[in-house]
């Protein structure tokens, strides 16, 4: 499936982008990329990817089989607009989950990136034997990657109340959700 790699698409205001894994030659695009994403959303990631040093040890540990990173690179700028990871478990009892993040630049928001990033990574992954995405968003700071998520048929699975604090304290709750995947393509 890796193998259908580099692929163009399309968003909503024309402008191509390339989709393609990461490897190790990103890691100075891929610290540019997270610290343009607002600190608001990066407070919130599991790994502190703005700290040049756990970038390093991230992309130089990257394994497919365990992680699949895929950039949205714009062709004309070389820069990287938007990332999806897909994280696999090493658990036989939950081999068929995908966990799925992702980030938008905030000038490529609206352009229905998103949408289109995740649809690609349901492919990648039903292609890789998965049958369930599960992601998670902080409500009340991610609505508009929720919206996404809902309109390619995720369901709320969990709601984890105070699960997460922002950065001045406050408790927020974490949204679990899910997609089922099919073998066939045609549920997308």
């Known amino acids: 499936m890796v193998d259908d790699y580099p692929k163009e698409i399309v968003i909503k205001d024309g402008t191509v982008l390339i989709l393609r894994p990461v490897v190790r030659e990103d890691e100075e695009a891929l610290n540019k990329f997270f610290f343009q994403i607002p600190e608001e959303e990066r407070w919130f990631r599991r790994q502190k990817l703005t700290n040049p040093e756990i970038l390093h040890q991230w992309i130089e540990a990257l394994d ?25 478990p090493t658990s036989p009892s939950v081999s068929h989950v ?15 990136l998103g949408g289109l990033m995740i649809l690609d990574g349901g492919r990648l992954a039903a292609g890789l034997g998965v049958e369930k995405l599960i992601a998670e968003f902080i409500v009340g700071v991610e609505e508009a990657a ?3 998520a809902l309109k390619l048929d995720f369901y709320q ?12 304290g406050r408790y927020r709750d974490l949204l679990i959700m899910v997609k089922d995947l099919h073998k066939e393509w045609g549920d997308f």
């Open 64 to 88: 497919y089989k365990r992680i699949m990173p895929i950039i949205a690179v714009n062709p004309e700028t070389g820069y990287i607009v938007a990332n999806l990871t897909l994280l696999f």
């Open 146 to 148: 929720i919206a996404a």
């Open 157 to 168: 699975a969990a709601v984890l109340k105070d699960y997460v604090r922002d950065p001045e």
């Open 98 to 112: 995908a966990h799925l993040r992702i980030m938008i630049h905030p000038w490529y928001r609206h352009q229905r």
